[in-house]
């Protein structure tokens, strides 16, 4: 990891209707529009959909470093991420979001080592522990 602090720049650029388009220095622009339930189109990625997906990433992104650290090898994750918008103190937010983790580990892996893993990784990870919300773990170890 580079020295902190670390810096990061987002462009957006939209009118008064219409998808937005959302850039950065080397990145691929996205498109992003409201979802449905905020009587948006649904055919774009929506904020509250790049939220979840960031927390899914980061998760994998800390679990990777955090495992090699504990010895710890995994062949796979897959995740879903669920997450509920509702109001609360006076404002529409983010009340809870679910990360369900299906972890895939070589046989005979222990599963303790595994949940310790996955705790550290999820109380380390850097856009989780950004948040207001509560993020839940749900998580399936698989042996293969």
Known sequence: MKPLPHQYEVRLHGGPDGC???CA???PELHAAPP???DGPGDEWSPEHLLLAAVQ???LFTLR???RL???EFTALD???AGTVDRADGAIRFTDIVLRLRLTVPAGTDPERVEHVIEKSKKACLISASL???VHLESQIVQA
Do not use: E, M, N
Request: positive net charge; hydrophobic residues 60%.
């Open 20 to 22: 937005a388009r959302i």
């Open 70 to 72: 504990s010895k710890v």
């Open 132 to 134: 207001s919300v509560p």
């Open 79 to 81: 995740a879903t991420a």
């Open 57 to 59: 990433a980061c998760f």
């Open 25 to 27: 220095a080397g990145l």
């Open 36 to 38: 449905v339930a905020f």
């Open 65 to 67: 470093p955090v495992a």
